[in-house]
């Protein structure tokens, strides 16, 4: 089966809410502000996303924006886009992953289940269960500070042999394990750890898939097109430069930072479904001061590509 190449730059996307309703004009925008950007792929309801606050029907219409927005320029060469699913039970993801099946995505970006912690062989059948109930390929993520599960890797090496698992988000990996997830063989190594992005494709890693590439997405862009042309010292500076504005955009459970910055460049509301909360005020602000130094909030204008009426609302 064919796979879609992951390297390079992927962006969670946020999920626009206005009144608690899906924006889909502000994700549509959102999009096309990103692949205006070059980004190599993007994806939806993942995390970032609040993939897990979103019924079926507003998972598959937000996809259809999405969608509809990377097939404009031409529609036989879409920019993929992966889905995010996520849960503790093997049967609905399975099921979440099945009635997708027949959207034109790259695939599903599909989390160890959270809560439950199963055995090695219990993430193994899990995996594989998802896999026979679609036909896409399934980019493995492993992130055990919210599942608290971590895969390990004869286990990632294992999946990756039946070959429907290319590719694999990593986060919170020691320089050891990063490594031992880079030398399998094919594998597509993408850091989910955006501060880590830089280290793991120094070290032969295929990109990253990070939150933080919703801000100054172009700079994200250009750090990869610099290593990959192994101007390495180039592409430190200029990553050097976005670290403090990385850690800021983590400095509360994401996306609330990420949706604070794009509600203060005019992009969508602040707006978030429980139990997450906008940003305290405190962190607003520092994060505002970063956005400001690094040329991405010029005074109190309003960009020319987003006048949506929430923020028309919000300025008078």
């Known amino acids: ?45 993942g995390t970032t996303g609040e993939g897990y606050a979103l019924r079926a029907d507003e998972r598959r219409r937000l996809l259809d924006s999405v969608l509809a927005v990377s097939a404009r320029r031409r529609p036989d060469v879409r920019t993929p886009v992966l889905v995010g699913l996520e849960g503790p039970a093997t049967a609905q993801v399975a099921d979440a992953a099945r009635s997708l099946n027949d959207m034109p995505i790259a695939g599903f970006l599909v989390s ?111 750090i990869y097109a610099l290593m990959k042309a192994n101007r390495i010292e180039d592409a430190w500076a200029l990553f050097e430069s ?25 992009q969508m509301a602040e707006d978030l479904r429980l139990p997450l909360l906008p940003m305290r005020r405190e962190g607003r602000a520092a994060l505002k001061q970063a956005l400001f130094q690094l040329g991405a909030l010029s005074g109190d204008s309003i960009p020319p590509y987003c006048h949506r009426p929430w923020h028309r609302a919000k300025a008078s």
């Open 112 to 222: 160890a289940p959270s809560y439950v912690r199963p055995t090695t062989e219990g993430l193994y059948r899990h995996f594989m269960s998802v896999a026979e109930a679609t036909d896409k390929p399934i980019v493995l993520y492993n992130v055990p500070a919210r599942t608290g599960t971590s895969m390990r890797l004869p286990c990632v090496a294992r999946l990756h042999a039946q070959g429907r698992f290319p590719a694999i988000k990593a986060c919170g990996q020691t320089i050891e394990s990063l490594q031992g997830l880079i030398d399998i063989d094919g594998l597509q190594v993408l850091s989910g750890d955006d501060d880590g992005f830089f280290l793991t494709v120094q070290m032969g890693g295929a990109g990253g898939i990070m939150a933080s590439a919703n801000i100054l997405t172009e700079r994200f862009v250009e």
């Open 1 to 45: 089966m064919p796979h879609t190449d992951f390297s390079g730059v992927w962006v969670p996307m946020p999920t626009p809410f206005f009144h608690g309703a899906i924006d889909h004009a502000a994700a549509s925008d959102h999009a096309q502000h990103l692949l205006d950007s070059g980004v190599h792929g993007l994806v939806v309801a």
């Open 242 to 266: 976005l670290r403090p504005l990385i850690r800021l955009l983590f400095s509360e459970p994401n996306p609330t930072p990420v949706k604070a910055a794009l509600s203060m460049r005019g």
